[in-house]
């Protein structure tokens, strides 16, 4: 798999960006939806922001272990399973709530709607850049951190971005909207921005990936190395790696094309769209 893919013992990552640091903490939720929540801290001032707090116990446990302050919690969008701990977290630390600023009316009690280019600060050293990312729902936002030229960017992208796939769109979505967002906004990033998801789908996705494109010899590696994994450290996907495995990306592969069986010369839209269509039944 190459420099291409990440993997990180306890699932504590530090990063670096314009020469400061940032702290993530990736926590699975031991549930059937397979949810990850996200703790984000300032090293210097142990302060944090929960991302999509589904676990209110766990989160709270696991930010005390680790001697940081949730300061904020941040939604990616509105669906339960991801704003389902909100009162408990915030009842007990006392944090702001930010969440898209159209979901102000689906999320009770926000106290800040985030716009395209606002951002969430994080103690003294971290800047989370919002993302506008409708698709998934309509109020869908992805948190984005710059890095440097030397060290990683990376977004914490909800249900618009999943290791090897991409959200689902009947849950208040759109697909042709979730295309546009990905020409717009996903395709553009760095091939070295890390992905954080909002779920752990990655063995069903490379499987679907296969059976369009069967002979994709890095999904086939990627998948070999998920079916043995341990289950106590998780894997960090960025863009390079997302191009090379996930069916989503590849939308001028010949071979994924003719398996399709679309009419005539398909559009990249049109192969999206068809492999969106295809997920929802698999």
Known sequence: MGSAAVYHQSNLIVMYGNNKRMIVKQIPVNNSLRNYMYLIACPETLEAVAIDPLDHALCLATSEALGWTIRGVINTHEHFDHIGGNEEVIGATGATLYAHHMAVSQIPNVDVGLKAGDSVQVGSTV??????????????????????????????????????????????????TMYQTFVEQIYTLSDVTKIYPGHDYIVNNLQFSLDREPENLAAKSLLAAMEQWNGDDHFISN????????????????????????????????????????????
């Open 239 to 282: 863009i390079a790696m997302e191009k090379a495995v996930n069916s989503f990306f590849r939308l001028d592969s010949p071979s994924l094309i003719e398996k399709l069986k679309l009419p005539g010369q398909p559009k990249a839209e049109d192969v999206f769209l068809r492999l969106r269509e295809l997920r929802n039944n698999w």
């Open 127 to 176: 800047r989370l850049l919002a993302l506008d990312t409708p698709g998934h729902t309509f109020c869908h936002t992805c948190l984005y951190f710059e890095g440097s030229d030397s060290d990683a960017p990376a977004l914490f992208c909800g249900d618009t971005l999943f290791n090897a796939g991409v959200g689902n769109c009947h849950n208040g979505g759109d697909p042709k």
